[in-house]
C-alpha cells in the first residue's frame, strides 16, 4: 500500500477479508553443519530475540573427537577416519556442543540430520544411505559418554536420538536415487535437499515432505540464486573472503532476502526458506543480513517464523482447513 493511502468503507472490508483468507506467512531459517560453538550461541539469541524456531542440519562427526574415535567412523566408499568437514578438536569442544544441540532442542529447535562427514551422496544406493543414517543415530546415542560427560547426559536425550530427529538435508544438496527410500526407512517426516525456481510447497513423498530452497532474484539485474549464504558468498567475491565489502555484501543480501519475502507475504504466501552454514563468510554479511529480516518480520501476528517439522504440521492442518472450506481459512 502507498504511504498515505488510506482504506474505508467497501474497500477496507475487502482487504480485511482478503488478509483473514490468507494463511500464515512461513519463514524457515536453517543451518547446515552446526558446529562453531560460538555460533550456536549467537544463532539462540537471534532466534530468542525474533520469537524464532530454527533447523539445524548436524553433521555428526562433529561431536567425534579427533583421535581413536575418529579413527573408526568410515563412510559409504571412503576409508577410515576421512571427514570433509573434520572433527571436533577434542572432547571438551565437543560435549560444550552437545550442550547447545540439548538447549536448542528444549527451547523448540529441530535438530536434523546432515549425514555425518559431509559427503557427496549422488553415487549412493539406498543401503548407503542407510548406513549413514544409522552411523548419524549411533554417534548421538553414545555421544555424551564418548566425550567424557556420560553423567551429564540430560534425561530424554536418548528419546530424542530415536524418535526427535524428524528431517535430512543431504550435503551439497546432493541426492541419490536411493536416498529418499532410505530417508523413509529411518522415518524422517521432511527432507530439505531440493531446489526450486521459486518459493513452493513441499512435494509430498508418501509421508515425506520434500522442501527446496527456493531461487530468488538477487543484486544486478535481479539474477536468480539459491537462497543460501554460501551461494551468495560464491556469487559475490567468487568463494574468496573480502571483508572489505562486508557491508555492501550484508545490503545486497538482505535486500534480496527482504524482497523475496514480501511478495510471497503480498502473494500467495508460500512457505519462504533460507539456508545459512556455521561459517562468517565475507566478515558475517549473510549472518547480519539474516538477523535484521528475522528481527523486522518474525513478530508480525500473521508471520510465523518455525522449524520445518512445525511447517509440516501447519501446511498440513492449512490443507484441512482448505478441504473443510473451499474458500479459504487461516490459522
Not at 498440513?316 to 473443510?324: A, M, P
Request: hydrophobic share 35%; glycine share 10%.
Amino acid at each position: 500500500m502507498a504511504a498515505g493511502v488510506c482504506l474505508s468503507g467497501p474497500a477496507l472490508a475487502e482487504n480485511a477479508s482478503t488478509t483473514a483468507h490468507k494463511p500464515k506467512q512461513l519463514l524457515l531459517i536453517s543451518f547446515d553443519g552446526a558446529a562453531d560453538n560460538r555460533l550456536w550461541e549467537r544463532s539462540g539469541e537471534i532466534a530468542r530475540k525474533a520469537n524464532a524456531h530454527f533447523t539445524y542440519f548436524l553433521s555428526c562427526t562433529t561431536l567425534i573427537a579427533r583421535g581413536p574415535a575418529s579413527k573408526a567412523y568410515q563412510a559409504p566408499g571412503e576409508k577410515p577416519g576421512k571427514s570433509n568437514v573434520g572433527f571436533a578438536p577434542d572432547e571438551a569442544d565437543a560435549a560444550a556442543r552437545l550442550g547447545h544441540i540439548w538447549q536448542a532442542h528444549q527451547e523448540g529447535h529441530d535438530i536434523s540430520s546432515h549425514a555425518c562427514g559431509h559427503f557427496d551422496g549422488k553415487d549412493w544406493s539406498e543401503a548407503d544411505w542407510t548406513a549413514e543414517f544409522s552411523t548419524f543415530k549411533a554417534v548421538l546415542a553414545s555421544a555424551w559418554q564418548k566425550n567424557g560427560v556420560g553423567d551429564k547426559q540430560p534425561d530424554g536425550w536418548q528419546d530424542f536420538v530415536k524418535t526427535g530427529i524428524k528431517g535430512f538435508r543431504a550435503p551439497y544438496l546432493s541426492t541419490s536415487k536411493g536416498m529418499v527410500a532410505a530417508e523413509k526407512k529411518a522415518g524422517f517426516v521432511y527432507d530439505a535437499s531440493l531446489v526450486t525456481k521459486g518459493p513452493l510447497p513441499p512435494e509430498k513423498d508418501g509421508a515425506l515432505s520434500r522442501f527446496g530452497l527456493p531461487l530468488i532474484p538477487e543484486g544486478p539485474g535481479d539474477r536468480p540464486i539459491i537462497g543460501m549464504d554460501y551461494n551468495l558468498f560464491v556469487r559475490h567475491s567468487a568463494g574468496f573472503d573480502n571483508p572489505s565489502k562486508s557491508a555492501e555484501f550484508e545490503d545486497r543480501t538482505y535486500q534480496a532476502f527482504k524482497t523475496a519475502f514480501e511478495a510471497q507475504y503480498s502473494g500467495d504466501r508460500h512457505p519462504m526458506q533460507f539456508g545459512f552454514h556455521f561459517v562468517l563468510m565475507n566478515g558475517g554479511a549473510y549472518w547480519r543480513a539474516m538477523e535484521r529480516l528475522v528481527s523486522e518480520v518474525c513478530h508480525r501476528e500473521d508471520v510465523a517464523c518455525v522449524s520445518y517439522s512445525e511447517a509440516v504440521t501447519m501446511l498440513e492442518q492449512q490443507n484441512e482447513n482448505g478441504r473443510k472450506n473451499p474458500a479459504g481459512s487461516s490459522f
